[in-house]
Structure formats: structure tokens, C-alpha cells
């Protein structure tokens, strides 16, 4: 399975110079140090983990949308963008620094656009696992979805820590296609014009 992102850069706004186009609208929560929450973190890394699983080349997509949308003043590079996603505390070599808003903010803003091409994808496979649910059929066999599923284990597996007891409640590969389905769904949450807002929101839901 394979898809493609095509990016049109954001017309600058004159109400905010400084302020990137694509963070408008995500406002500041009064945390402790601007840190972010440890879920905050979890599951930025996890949805873009989805996004990975889908074929879209990676990092290198990512990157190509974080420069495109203005971001790169936050997200620099490849090296700066896995030291962002690994504040993520599941991950193998975990960085113990805190993720900032202005960063969260980033990867909330790519995820979003990214989701938003990726539409017509996202509600093909969900729709597809609908009905293999509902005909009591193996998510096997349809392959697009198989192939999402096999890709999603995989990066998982190798990127997060098999220690941590977080992770180990995914030791089973039901449990894993579960998140990975579920993951989907954020994504398909994250579309329209309100999804940044929403994801963001979603993030800080019983810590503000």
C-alpha cells in the first residue's frame, strides 16, 4: 500500500507574523515548564507511527510537510525530529526532556494536514475492517489492511521498549492490530477544518 503527500505552502497571516500559519489556533495550556503531559507525548508518537505504517516514506514525508507548513524553525531536522518523538517514555532510547507546546503544537499540525490527504485511505481500511468484523472474517484477508497492520507491528516492535510494562500489555498481536485500528480513527478524527483544534484539545483532556 502506498500513498503520497502533495503540499501547497500556507499563505503567511499579517495578524501574527511570528506565529507559523499552521499553529494558529492551538492555544497555550499554563503548564508546569511548558512541558506537555506524558499522554500528549504518547500519542504523538504512536499516531505518527499510524502514518509511517502507511507507506508514505517515513520520516523523510514528515519532514518534507514540517519545512512546507513553516515548521522548520521547530522541527529542523531528522536528527531534531527523533529527539522530539523520543520525550515519548515507550520508546527503546527514550529522551528524558520534556516536550515542548511549541513542538507538540509542530507535530499536531503536520499529523493534521498529512491526515487530511490521507482521508479517502484511512476511511477505506476502517470501512474494510467493518466488514470483515461484521462477517466474523480475519483482518488478513483483505490485503491493503494486512499490509497497514504487518507494517504497524512492526515499527512498533522495534521502536518501543519491550521493558516497559506499557508495552507489554501489547504483547499479543490482536492487542497490537487493536491500537493500530484505533490509531486509524484518530487520524480520520483529525480531518475537516476544526481537526487541529480537536487533536490538540484531546491532548491535555484531565490535565487542564
Known amino acids: ?3 503520497s503527500v502533495s503540499v501547497t505552502p500556507p499563505t ?3 495578524s501574527s507574523p511570528s506565529l507559523p500559519v499552521a499553529l494558529e489556533g492551538l492555544q ?4 508546569n515548564q511548558d512541558a506537555c503531559p506524558r499522554r500528549a507525548k504518547q500519542q504523538l508518537d504512536l499516531i505518527l507511527l499510524a502514518i509511517e505504517a502507511l507507506d508514505l516514506g517515513g520520516s523523510e514525508a514528515i ?3 514540517a519545512d512546507e507548513l513553516g515548521l522548520q524553525d521547530i522541527i529542523k531536522n531528522r536528527v531534531n525530529l527523533w529527539q522530539i518523538r523520543s520525550t515519548n517514555p515507550l520508546r527503546r532510547f527514550s529522551k528524558r526532556r520534556p516536550l515542548k507546546q511549541s513542538e507538540a ?3 499536531v ?14 476511511r477505506q481500511l476502517l470501512l474494510v475492517e467493518q466488514q470483515l468484523k461484521e462477517k466474523g472474517q480475519p483482518l488478513d484477508q483483505n490485503f491493503r489492511l494486512a499490509d497497514y497492520l504487518l507494517r504497524f507491528r512492526s515499527h512498533f516492535r522495534q521502536r518501543m521498549n519491550p521493558r516497559r510494562a506499557s ?11 487493536a491500537l493500530a485500528l484505533e490509531l486509524l480513527e484518530q487520524l480520520l478524527f483529525c480531518t475537516g477544518t476544526a481537526g487541529a ?11 487542564v
Open 105 to 107: 503544537k509542530a507535530l
Open 1 to 3: 500500500m502506498s500513498a
Open 28 to 31: 497555550d495550556f499554563g503548564l
Open 63 to 65: 519532514l518534507i510537510v
Open 197 to 207: 483544534q480537536r487533536l490538540w484539545v484531546s491532548l491535555f483532556d484531565g490535565e
Open 167 to 177: 508495552v507489554m500489555e501489547y504483547g499479543e498481536e490482536d492487542k497490537l492490530n
Open 109 to 122: 499540525a503536520i499529523i493534521c494536514y498529512i491526515a487530511r490527504r490521507l482521508t479517502v485511505v484511512v
Open 12 to 14: 503567511p497571516s499579517s
